[in-house]
């Protein structure tokens, strides 16, 4: 465990639920309990929770919350429509928005002594990863049918050999590409504020660490975002 303390595990140890040892437990229940779980409980549980209550009565006149929110949402909006037109924008912006919301605030509270981030284990950034993987495949058959094809084997047959086994080694380079990218980058946030905590305590030693540490996760979440939305974007396009 990155830090020396998780709250939401004791809490859960103290009502006698079992606790697995590393990230991920053998039975159901362990697995549920699983720090990577529970912690994306409170993510999910955050988001729906602050958004209801700043989004619960809109208004004419905006409050800060709701200013907040047309900010976010409205950017999101632009950068989704100027890069995969109004109608796929509309379509999967309540998927990729909320991977952007989720993955942003769960690269941030590991920052917070006693939590943890959902996205510093492989099993959270691996099925986010896989979900992308499939729709792009989704939306590229049902742009173009069986053609879609086209996309892995080139402009002519002559080149079907040579260019079949790269693409589709490069398609499936983008599922490590996604995950381990973000797994790795906040796994090794949360590995040195671990260790700047343990040996500094709560002085400012760690200080600069965590501003840092604010931007590589807004970062990452960017990224995983642009990827996701220039990949669905790329197979809506004609193969060439």
Same mark, same amino acid.
């Given at each position: 465990?990155?830090?020396?303390?998780?709250?939401?595990?004791?809490?859960?140890?103290?009502?006698?639920?079992?606790?697995?040892?590393?990230?991920?437990?053998?039975?159901?229940?362990?697995?549920?309990?699983?720090?990577?779980?529970?912690?994306? +409980?409170?993510?999910? @549980?955050?988001?729906?929770?602050?958004?209801?209550?700043?989004?619960?009565?809109?208004?004419?006149?905006?409050?800060?919350?709701?200013?907040? +929110?047309?900010?976010?949402?409205?950017?999101?909006?632009?950068?989704?429509?100027?890069?995969?037109?109004?109608?796929?924008?509309?379509?999967?912006?309540?998927?990729?928005? /909320?991977?952007?919301?989720?993955?942003?605030?769960?690269?941030?509270?590991?920052?917070?002594?006693?939590?943890?981030?959902?996205?510093?284990?492989?099993?959270?950034?691996?099925?986010?990863?896989?979900?992308? +993987?499939?729709?792009?495949?989704?939306?590229?058959?049902?742009?173009?049918?069986?053609?879609?094809?086209? =996309?892995?084997?080139?402009?002519?047959?002559?080149?079907?050999?040579?260019?079949?086994?790269?693409?589709?080694?490069?398609?499936? @380079?983008?599922?490590?590409?996604?995950?381990?990218?973000?797994?790795?980058?906040?796994?090794?946030?949360? /590995?040195?504020?671990?260790?700047?905590?343990?040996?500094?305590?709560?002085?400012?030693?760690?200080?600069?660490?965590?501003?840092?540490?604010?931007?590589?996760?807004?970062?990452?979440?960017?990224?995983?975002?642009?990827? /996701?939305?220039?990949?669905?974007?790329?197979?809506?396009? =004609?193969?060439?």
């Amino acid at each position: 465990m990155e830090h020396p303390i998780l709250f939401i595990s004791i809490i859960l140890e103290k009502l006698g639920l079992p606790i697995p040892h590393g990230f991920v437990g053998h039975g159901l229940l362990e697995q549920l309990c699983a720090p990577y779980m529970t912690y994306t +409980w409170m993510v999910m @549980a955050f988001l729906f929770i602050v958004s209801k209550l700043t989004l619960g009565n809109l208004e004419m006149i905006p409050g800060a919350g709701q200013n907040f +929110w047309e900010i976010v949402i409205g950017g999101l909006d632009d950068f989704f429509v100027e890069n995969m037109g109004r109608e796929m924008a509309d379509k999967f912006f309540p998927m990729i928005a /909320t991977f952007a919301l989720y993955i942003a605030v769960a690269n941030i509270i590991g920052l917070i002594p006693g939590f943890m981030s959902p996205t510093s284990s492989i099993n959270t950034t691996l099925a986010l990863t896989l979900i992308v +993987w499939v729709t792009h495949h989704v939306i590229g058959f049902q742009a173009h049918g069986l053609k879609y094809y086209k =996309h892995f084997t080139g402009p002519m047959p002559v080149l079907i050999p040579l260019m079949l086994p790269i693409e589709l080694i490069s398609n499936f @380079a983008r599922i490590l590409s996604l995950s381990i990218r973000l797994f790795g980058n906040i796994m090794a946030k949360e /590995t040195l504020l671990g260790i700047l905590f343990t040996l500094a305590g709560m002085f400012f030693a760690p200080l600069p660490i965590m501003v840092l540490g604010v931007l590589v996760s807004l970062v990452q979440a960017m990224v995983f975002v642009l990827l /996701t939305v220039i990949y669905f974007a790329q197979a809506r396009e =004609h193969a060439h």
